[in-house]
């Protein structure tokens, strides 16, 4: 086992790795930009080193200077958390050329997953379901209108390199698909650095379902069942449960074997998740592959009472799982919610500032993961999750109620968060039901 990791990330995940570590044994380097200097987080670490200024690309993004961390830090491993360089399989690469072990799948299989139109051919070669679209990047304007008038509209342009809900549009008709083409593919350049564009038909009210995969590098490979994370907000989401409310068990069962035969087919190893459109009938299709821990793991976490950071870990020291899959609990019901500062009446803009008051929920059935505390301030230069509430229950009717009374409990202050809408989403009876899907939250608050 490794006896020292580095850990390349910031924040809430940085403190969920570094807890793990210490409760393995083994001891954490932690890096941070000057944006995080002296956040609380890094005095739980056994060593903190700074990598640069506070701009990602200047620190977080910075494989030089994080594999200098790692030398200076005389670690064994690098963790790469999720966002930042966690997808990343160059990086990955450079981590083991360096003789570094990089927790995460192997980069050839990442590199296989990590770019969405190589992911839907490995998923047909496994004979796993994809949303009819393009075979390939599109290129030609007259062969795209040829395929959308095929497969029907709406359609949807969605960028290959394309993430965290960005690059995607819906077109109704040949005029809006012509313009979008040029315009997506403009866009996805300049976020990305990838120009290249596809097209997949758009599933009306789709529910978004995917599935947590836990390999060795011994060739086993297991799922850890679904979760839902239908309850999104500019397909950013907003809350994820598992199990999946309402979802029939041959699908279930149907859609983690498709996720397992997929992973297998990339050579997967490390935990990962792949992500599923269900439509109204209850079809599934397989979006694209998560090379990496999620921000919603903890569901997954509490229904199968598995340590998934533990796990990936172990396995990237080589160890082989000690579970099978027919031994993989899924008990009771959890929810996640995740807890962004943002502001409710500026558009869900972010709002940087400082917390001046913070007063937690706890109690039977509630866990938070979070890196913020009562003078904590909130910058402007990452991500605004500030922390992730989830609970967990017998069933789902009782997870639902423990939530709404952690959330009525959270009393923040200084910053603008989501928690309002939060409230909003437990106290509607449509999701009491388990009557979800991603379009929900903005056709029932006009994303307000
Ligand atoms: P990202 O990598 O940006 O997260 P995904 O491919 O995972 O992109 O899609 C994110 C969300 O976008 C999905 O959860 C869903 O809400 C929506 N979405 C993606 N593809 C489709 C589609 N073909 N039809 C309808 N909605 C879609």
């Not at 979802?247 to 997967?268: E, F, H, Q, S």
Request: hydrophobic share 40%; with cysteine; charged share 25%.
């Amino acid at each position: 086992m490794f006896q020292r990791i580095l850990i390349a990330n910031r924040g809430e995940i940085a403190l969920r790795v570094i807890r793990a570590a210490r409760e393995m044994g083994i001891e954490t380097v932690a890096v941070f930009s000057e944006a995080d200097r002296g956040a609380h987080y890094l005095s739980l670490a056994d060593e903190a080193i700074c990598i640069g200024p506070a701009p990602a690309s200047e620190s977080y993004l910075k494989i030089d200077r994080i594999i200098s961390a790692a030398e200076i830090g005389n670690v064994q491993a690098i963790h790469p958390g999720y966002g930042f360089l966690s997808e990343n399989s160059h990086f990955a690469e450079v981590c083991r050329s360096s003789n570094i072990e990089f927790i995460g799948p192997p980069h050839e299989a990442m590199a296989k997953v990590g770019d969405k139109v190589s992911a839907r051919e490995l998923a047909m070669k496994a004979k796993v379901p994809v949303v009819p679209g393009s075979d390939g990047l599109v290129t030609e304007e007259n062969a795209a209108v040829a395929l959308a008038n095929k497969i029907g509209y709406p359609v949807l342009i969605k960028a290959t390199a394309g993430g965290g809900g960005k690059g995607m549009r819906v077109v109704r008709n040949d005029i809006a698909l012509k313009a979008g083409l040029k315009a997506a593919a403009q866009e996805a350049d300049k976020a990305f650095k990838n120009a290249g564009v596809y097209l997949e038909k758009y599933i009306e009210r789709p529910r978004h379902v995917e599935v947590q995969v836990l390999g060795d590098q011994q060739g086993n490979l297991l799922h850890l069942w679904e979760r839902d994370c239908s309850m999104q907000r500019r397909h950013q989401k907003l809350v994820e449960e598992s199990p999946a409310p309402n979802l029939p068990t041959n699908v279930r069962r149907n859609i983690c074997d498709a996720a397992v035969r997929l992973c297998k087919t990339a050579g997967y190893y490390s935990a990962g998740t792949c992500e599923f459109l269900v439509d109204q009938d209850n079809n599934f299709y397989f979006i694209e592959v998560n090379a990496r821990i999620q921000v919603e793991h903890p569901v997954t976490e509490l229904v199968t009472n598995l340590d998934l950071i533990k796990q990936q870990i172990r396995v990237a020291a080589g160890e082989s799982l000690d579970i099978r899959q027919k031994a993989v609990p899924q008990i009771g019901s959890a929810i996640e919610v995740r807890i962004n500062a943002e502001d409710p009446d500026n558009d869900y803009r972010p709002s940087p500032g400082r917390i001046t008051k913070l007063r937690v929920p706890g109690g039977p059935g509630v866990r938070w993961d979070s890196h913020v505390h009562e003078g904590y301030i909130v910058g402007p230069n990452y991500d605004s999750l500030i922390g992730k509430l989830i609970v967990h229950r017998d069933s789902r009717n009782e997870s639902i109620k423990t939530m709404r009374r952690a959330l009525a409990e959270f009393d923040v202050e200084g910053i603008r968060t989501t928690i309002p809408l939060l409230r909003k989403i437990l106290a509607h009876p449509d999701f009491a039901d388990g009557r979800v899907d991603t379009t929900f939250v903005e056709r029932t608050w006009s994303g307000k």
